[in-house]
């Protein structure tokens, strides 16, 4: 994905999940592209934004109207599958940071 978003005005919020891929892929790129669709679904969910390089480092970036907003998609069953397969066999690690958006710049 090679694309900025548009966000609305300030405060939005944003989650930051950060990981390191192993080479483990057992159907990854399937379950990714579903859960796009299903987030892009998903009430409060403003865009996101996603980048991997070559070592499996990636970071995807999230963006939502509420923290209400973020846990309804913590709690969503898929998601939650997801994730499950993430630590088994997906990630070698992981982090994810919520933070709330108080100024933005686009050039």
Same mark, same amino acid.
């Given at each position: 994905?090679?694309?900025?978003?548009?966000?609305?005005? @300030?405060?939005? #919020?944003?989650?930051?999940?950060? /990981? %390191?891929?192993?080479?483990? *892929? &057992?159907?990854?790129?399937?379950?990714?592209?579903?859960?796009?669709?299903?987030?892009?679904?998903?009430?409060?969910?403003?865009?996101?934004?996603?980048?991997?390089?070559?070592?499996?480092?990636?970071? @995807?970036?999230? #963006?939502?109207?509420?923290?209400? /907003? %973020?846990?309804?998609?913590? *709690? &969503?069953?898929?998601?939650?599958?997801?994730?499950?397969?993430?630590?088994?066999?997906?990630?070698?690690?992981?982090?994810?940071?919520?933070?709330?958006?108080?100024?933005?710049?686009?050039?």
């Amino acid at each position: 994905m090679s694309k900025i978003i548009e966000t609305p005005k @300030t405060p939005y #919020y944003a989650v930051i999940f950060t /990981s %390191i891929r192993t080479s483990i *892929d &057992n159907g990854y790129e399937k379950v990714s592209d579903n859960l796009v669709d299903i987030v892009s679904k998903q009430k409060g969910f403003l865009g996101v934004e996603s980048v991997r390089n070559e070592e499996g480092f990636g970071v @995807t970036i999230s #963006y939502w109207d509420s923290l209400d /907003s %973020i846990n309804e998609w913590k *709690d &969503n069953n898929p998601h939650m599958k997801a994730k499950e397969m993430g630590k088994k066999m997906w990630y070698s690690k992981y982090m994810i940071r919520i933070c709330k958006v108080e100024k933005d710049n686009l050039l």
